[in-house]
């Protein structure tokens, strides 16, 4: 009877299958301390926070499909001059389902992904609530294209959406990316053109990125670009050292718009570990250094000095402005000068066969902009971490 052999080849289909879960989790605590947050000592901001992420999940392959769930708990308890209080998020981190044929991969639902180095688009995993994607995703070889939205945003009244795609090839990678928003503020629809070249010159590694942007942002004409380019040195088989320039371009008018717009990029490291200056409106020079003692604990010691690329422009983070006594670090005149300041980062990494260990320590020392909207002077800015990871 057809029924039964229908039946009977479903069967041996489902036999022929291999079905694979395999679980696993995640728990990360880190102790921080931050002084002087607005480089102002009279304004009591001074905190310390215990921060704990708990995130459990599993994974489901089927043949060519693949389902994965993991769940998301993060507790911050914060000591504050102010006042103490504690925040909990919970939440999918990762729901998605996958499916893997010949050499092709759909991904649809809650997922972690990055484009190129991450410096337009990647997951966020730093702060104790990690941000992922919500939407689609395509992979095949070296293309890959996607249609996403932010996953688990706090404090964000927008509800942007961000479209593109991406091919590698010999040297490099070559994008697109296209983000829409609508806010109180206005609607924002920006085209973004994004080209990186890898090349080796002896033992010498160079990269090079170059972004372009143009298109209406919060109701303004929009043109803005930036510029990413390092020089890594082997100085020995455990030490190597980085030469690193970056550029994004800023300034604001009646109708139009040049600051650059870091999409849903990844910037923690990137820029100074105190994650105080984003790529916009900014200009940086750094010196980036690390010792590998063995396999398995490194040294690293950063030092970045910044700029702001028009003065009049503001001092921004990568999602927002920083903000001293007297509200948004802004200057609409220009006089205050462009130094932002210097930061060094010192990290410490050693990898146990059960954990992970980071204690970190940076100094922000402020510049001209920030000494003069702070009154003629400003406090150094410290933090200090200590972080432990395990995965089971």
């Not at 670009?225 to 800023?250: C, M, R, W």
């Not at 402005?321 to 410490?348: A, R, Y």
Request: glycine content about 8%; proline content about 2%.
């Amino acid at each position: 009877m057809p029924f039964v052999s229908y039946l009977i080849l479903a069967a041996e289909t489902i036999k022929n299958q291999q079905l694979a879960v395999t679980t696993d989790i995640k728990l990360r605590t880190r102790f921080e301390r931050v002084t002087d947050k607005d480089f102002y000592e009279p304004d009591a901001d001074n905190y310390s926070s215990f921060l704990t992420r708990f995130e459990p999940g599993f994974t489901v392959d089927y043949g060519q499909w693949q389902f994965r769930t993991a769940y998301q708990f993060a507790h911050s308890q914060n000591w504050m001059a102010s006042g103490d209080n504690s925040t909990t998020n919970s939440d999918l981190n990762e729901f998605y389902l996958k499916h893997t044929e010949n050499g092709q991969a759909w991904t649809l639902g809650r997922q972690k992904f990055e484009i190129n180095d991450g410096r337009l688009v990647a997951t966020s995993d730093w702060g104790n609530v990690s941000r992922t994607f919500d939407g689609i995703h395509f992979e095949n070889g070296d293309f890959q294209a996607f249609f996403i939205k932010d996953a688990i945003v706090k404090n964000r009244s927008h509800d942007a959406r961000l479209a593109g795609f991406s091919a590698h090839h010999a040297g490099g990678n070559s994008s697109y990316f296209f983000k829409t928003d609508v806010s109180s503020s206005g609607s924002t629809a920006i085209h973004t053109l994004d080209r990186t070249w890898k090349s080796k010159l002896g033992s010498n590694a160079t990269n090079l990125e170059i972004a372009a942007q143009f298109g209406e942002s919060v109701g303004k004409e929009h043109s803005a670009y930036a510029v990413h380019a390092d020089l890594t040195i082997p100085v020995s088989q455990k030490f190597k050292v980085t030469f690193e320039g970056n550029l994004a371009s800023g300034g604001q008018s009646a109708n139009h718009s040049r600051t650059f717009d870091e999409l849903s990029a990844s910037t923690h490291s990137k820029y100074g570990y105190m994650d105080m200056v984003g790529w916009r409106n900014m200009k940086e020079i750094a010196l980036k250094t690390k010792y590998s003692f063995t396999k398995e604990t490194s040294l690293i010691a950063n030092l970045h000095g910044f700029w702001l690329f028009d003065p009049a422009d503001g001092f921004y983070r990568s999602s927002s402005m920083n903000k001293g006594p007297g509200g948004n670090f802004i200057d609409p005149t220009g006089m205050s000068g462009t130094h932002l300041g210097t930061e060094l980062n010192v990290e410490l990494n050693h990898e146990f066969s059960w954990a992970a260990l980071k204690a970190g320590f940076g100094v922000f020392e402020p510049g001209n902009f920030i000494k003069n909207l702070n009154g003629g002077s400003a406090e150094r800015q410290i933090y200090f971490y200590t972080q432990l990871s395990f995965k089971f």
